[in-house]
């Protein structure tokens, strides 16, 4: 049996690299890890990131590659890339995500339908073409970046809550499937994290009703967020809620 997954020497991928949680797990790794792959569409944005890491951490090896993963085909050369390279794989972050908030009879379909590229097949399509690459790896881990609103149906934000439900319920699966091969599966299910995911996914500037919906209990800092994930998926958890609060709710609703 293969040993657990560990993030020390690690070489990890993680999406959505360029702002909020994904900048954060790039920050936290960084000091562990042997390679960084940092994925985004905003390519000022992951070079500052990854020249950032340069100077804090010589010794690390950091790739930034600008794609946009609503794109099958920028899926499949991502993984072309990877595969060419004969990189090391041993961590993938599927963190990449998109929402929309405001009603779903009002939404424009060129808003929802990146929700579902991204949050749903394109961290399918990923991880179905990086398995194998995992799976070569002497222990490997798998952390799909879901969501609180997965476990709930959110009005005003129904297809981002369907579509994490999806991403909760697969990384379970998955788990379930490559329980005997030593490759560690967690979904981080986080609640409302201050970032810039609000503000992409408002209509109209209405940022600050976004930010109205929850209570300042319910939220975590994201450096809280990542630092629970990285501990979760070392320690071989399913799941992770990064918020004890929130935790105990979700757990009163699914008995």
Same mark, same amino acid.
């Given at each position: 049996m293969r040993?657990?997954?560990s993030?020390?020497g690690? *070489?990890?991928? !993680? *999406?959505?690299?360029t ?8 920050r ?7 390679r $960084?792959?940092l994925?985004g ?13 340069r ?15 609503a794109?099958?085909g920028?899926r499949e ?5 990877? !595969?060419?390279e ?6 993938l972050?599927?963190?990449a995500?998109?929402? &929309?908030l405001?009603s779903f &009879?009002?939404? &424009? ?5 990146p929700?579902?590229?991204?949050n ?6 990923? *991880?179905h073409l $990086?398995l194998?690459?995992?799976?070569s790896?002497r222990s ?6 879901s969501?609180?609103?997965?476990f709930?149906p959110?009005?005003e934000?129904?297809?981002y ?5 999806y991403?909760?319920s697969f ?11 030593? !490759?560690a599966? *967690?979904?981080?299910?986080p609640?409302?994290v201050p ?11 209405e940022? !600050?009703?976004?930010?109205?919906r929850s209570?300042?209990a319910?939220a ?11 501990s979760?998926?070392?320690? &071989?958890?399913?799941g ?7 935790a105990?709710?979700?757990?009163g609703?699914r008995?």
């Amino acid at each position: 049996m293969r040993p657990r997954f560990s993030t020390k020497g690690c *070489t990890a991928l !993680i *999406t959505g690299a360029t702002a909020g949680l994904g900048a954060e797990f790039a920050r936290q790794l960084a000091p562990k890890a042997s390679r $960084l792959i940092l994925v985004g569409r905003r390519e000022d944005r992951l070079a500052s990131l990854a020249n950032s890491l340069r100077a804090d951490f010589p010794s690390l090896v950091v790739d930034a590659l600008p794609a946009d993963l609503a794109k099958s085909g920028e899926r499949e050369r991502l993984a072309a890339w990877i !595969i060419r390279e004969e990189t090391p794989l041993n961590l993938l972050i599927n963190n990449a995500g998109l929402g &929309d908030l405001g009603s779903f &009879d009002s939404a &424009d379909w060129n808003r929802l339908a990146p929700v579902l590229e991204v949050n749903v097949t394109a961290l399918t399509h990923l *991880t179905h073409l $990086l398995l194998p690459m995992l799976r070569s790896q002497r222990s490997a881990g798998i952390l799909n970046v879901s969501s609180i609103a997965g476990f709930f149906p959110l009005p005003e934000m129904a297809v981002y809550a369907a579509s994490k439900a999806y991403v909760t319920s697969f990384s379970e699966a998955l788990r379930m499937e490559l329980a005997g091969e030593g !490759i560690a599966v *967690t979904a981080l299910c986080p609640g409302p994290v201050p970032t810039e995911f609000f503000e992409v996914a408002s209509r109209n500037g209405e940022t !600050i009703r976004a930010m109205d919906r929850s209570h300042p209990a319910l939220a975590t800092s994201p450096d809280s967020v990542v630092h629970e994930a990285l501990s979760g998926l070392e320690r &071989d958890k399913p799941g992770v809620i990064p918020n004890r609060l929130l935790a105990l709710l979700v757990r009163g609703v699914r008995l």
